[in-house]
């Protein structure tokens, strides 16, 4: 029952049993189907190897008897009676008699000749020892070799005999015509008489032999003699190999059959073995039987096994389940569904993220309280109260690792702050401040001890270490290797200042005050400049009146709308700033701003400009952070106020041409009637040549005056046809054209008709 139930309810428990089932299943399986395969194999090689040497023997007594029959020929030819018998021209008793005795004679030294026979051509004289008929395939005397063989069947005496015949033609090899030939008949029985007393094991196999057109010339089935298994695919494959020896796998009349062949070295014959696997392998298949006997015992041994190893295995992760599940109070997962790996994992994961979470919240606390040491260090408020609440161990730490025994604060500064505020995020913002900050650290660290602190925005402080009294060469290339690395990295320029050393933890506000010093004159030096207090007391001491001379002249080329000249007047300006104090040079700046808006403001309202746009301007010059945008602001004011003069020239031009054509136009409609009205004449009225209100008058209407006017007269024509019964004369007099004829062209070239139509269709 207890393995009933963790099977039931753990999965690992499942798949661990079911793993080593299946291992030792999967290896017991491989394991007999190998040895099994690797003994079939062997015991079909030694019965190939058997049926090979049993053909073997067999061949050789066949070219043992091939090789009788090469010298019972020559014994036939050396004998001057048979050779008398063979070359007769006549037929001689007393010759044929001789002959058949010796034929006799030597057929009795050579039991396995059946007939011996001798032909003459010649004269048709045919002896023989068995008194067999001629045979008519060898009278034919159709054979092209010196040796010839075939198979032939033969009646005697009513009983079948089945001959392989050879045949010799003597002279076939010089004359070649052949006119005596010798017959050898050999019994077909002798050669499977051999083959069965040699192959007697190989009781179920089928032997036979053929010659090289597949003609079956022995075979243990009589009935198959001279079948003709050409057809057949296994003695294809023995007819188109090139091999004298070999076997093969095929299947003969639906059973798996080994094929063995070999072919006899003096005739062309090949001897052919047929064996069915199943008999073959019968005592094989025994050996299957008990090979899967005795593996479905070590199946069940190893059944055991496996639940008494997964049981020891398991038995640990099950008591730190049970553990987990009595902490945790949950509830048995479903019958099947409960993933102990999974439950573990949940329980490990969960575990580690609370010890990450709490070694997080400790790591950030620590580092929120050494950064706001930190702060209040460089803000000089390391002594206040709410700061006194810092644990000991860090203070300590802190104190221990600014040893001086000289201090200096290292700031660097985000140059075009209002752009990167613009391009970045506040979260994108504080990494890349953060990633500055570990730049800095890390290539100082070869030369110096340092840790940052992040104070403003804009702006990273660190606090430096050193031993000597002085910074030298050093320090510089350092900063500069900073300030190019960023760069490079980020697309970022910073400026950077070197505050004053100090000798102690408590004096370290006093650098950091003084390299903030320093960076406001990042305003001269322009971005990326290295600052230190040998730059910055350069022009102490250097005062400079206001330029009030280059302002009058700024101000005159604005009027002007003198761009160029309102450049250079800006640069002239710019010149007489005083380089010692940021504060003062953008006071001065402010002057000039104020200056210049007090000289326009009065006439903003005649524009249609807000003047707080003009004041608005001047916050661009408290967010410039080098004289080069301070230059970009004063000019970019100048040339809004240039546009806004000369947009208003524009206007006001613009609203006196119109006035001017608006007072034609309302002549020419009191005036329309008069024949004398002319270009020159209301050119004159309003003072200008008859030139330019020609343009204007096109340019204001879309329209030349002479075009206007005939517009109007033909408009005003329409309308007297229409409300009176004036004569079309009449009315052509009444708006300024007193021609008729010329009246009534004007009208139908613009109505389409004549007056006289245009009155009867209204």
Known sequence: MKFVKRLQQYRVYRKLLLSYLLLIIVTISVLSTILYMLFSAKAVKEIDSSSREMLSQVSYTANVVFKQVEEITSQLLSDNQIVVF????????????????????????????????????????????ANFPPDPQTAAREQTQYVGFYPRKLMKDNVPLRLLTFTVHPEQALTGAARSAIVLDLKESYIQNTMRSISASARHASTFVMDATGTVLSHSDDALFMENFAHLDYVQHIL???????????????????????????????????????????????????????????????????????????????????????????????LLRMDEYK??????????????????????????????????????????????????????????????????????????????????????????????????????????????????????????????????????????????????????????????????????RNSYVSAGKYMEYRLFYGYGSLLDASKAGADVGQTARYPSSAERKLIDAIKLCQTRTIEKEIDDWMLGLPRSSRSQTVQYTN?????????????????????????????????????????????QFCFRIVSMIEENKSSVAAARQARVIEEIKLYLQEHYANPGLSLELVSERAGLSSGYVGKLFKQVTGSNFNDYVTQLRMEKAKELLSDTSMAVAQVGERVGIFNVSYFSTLFKKKYGMTPSQFREQA
């Open 86 to 129: 063979m070359y007769a021209k006549e037929n001689d008793k007393l010759v044929d008699y001789n002959a058949s005795l010796l034929l006799a004679k030597l057929q009795s030294v050579y039991p396995f000749i059946s007939n011996i026979g001798l032909y003459n051509f010649t004269n048709g004289a045919y002896i023989d020892t």
């Open 240 to 334: 188109q190999g090139n091999a004298n020896q070999g076997s093969f796998t095929q299947t003969i009349e639906g059973r798996k059959s080994l094929v063995t062949y070999i072919k006899s070295s003096t005739l062309d014959w090949y001897f052919v073995s047929v064996r069915p696997y199943d008999q073959l392998l019968s005592n094989i298949y025994e050996v299957r039987r008990w090979t899967l006997l005795i593996a479905l015992l070590l199946t069940a041994a190893g059944v055991a096994i496996s639940l008494l190893v997964t049981g020891n295995i398991y038995n640990p992760m099950k008591a730190l389940i049970d553990k987990v599940t009595e902490r945790g109070g949950s509830s048995r997962s479903p």
């Open 343 to 508: 439950l573990l994992s949940d329980v490990f994961t969960h575990t580690m993220e609370s010890a990450k979470s709490i070694a997080s919240t400790l790591s950030r606390s620590t580092q929120m309280l050494k950064s706001s040491y930190m702060f209040h260090l460089l803000k000089g408020h390391a002594d206040k109260s709410a700061f006194v609440r810092m644990p000991p161990e860090i203070e300590r730490e802190w104190r221990t690792r600014l040893k001086g025994p000289y201090f200096a604060v290292l700031l660097f500064r985000i140059d075009g702050i209002r752009s990167f505020k613009e391009k970045y995020h506040a979260f994108d913002r504080g990494l890349i401040r953060f990633a500055i900050g570990n730049i800095a650290q890390e290539l100082l660290s070869g030369a110096y001890e340092s840790d940052v602190a992040l104070t403003e925005e804009e702006e990273i402080a660190l606090v430096v270490q050193t031993d000597r009294p002085a910074f030298d060469e050093r320090l510089y290339f350092l900063l500069a290797e900073i300030q190019d690395t960023v760069k490079t990295y980020y697309h970022i320029s910073v400026s950077a200042s070197i505050g004053d050393l100090c000798g102690s933890m408590e004096e370290i």
């Open 591 to 635: 002057f000039l701003f104020l200056a210049i808006i007090r000289e326009f403001e009065n006439i903003t309202e005649w524009w249609g400009v807000d003047p707080n746009e003009l004041y608005s301007s001047m916050n661009d010059i408290r967010e410039a952070e080098t004289l080069d945008e301070i230059r970009t602001c004063l000019t």
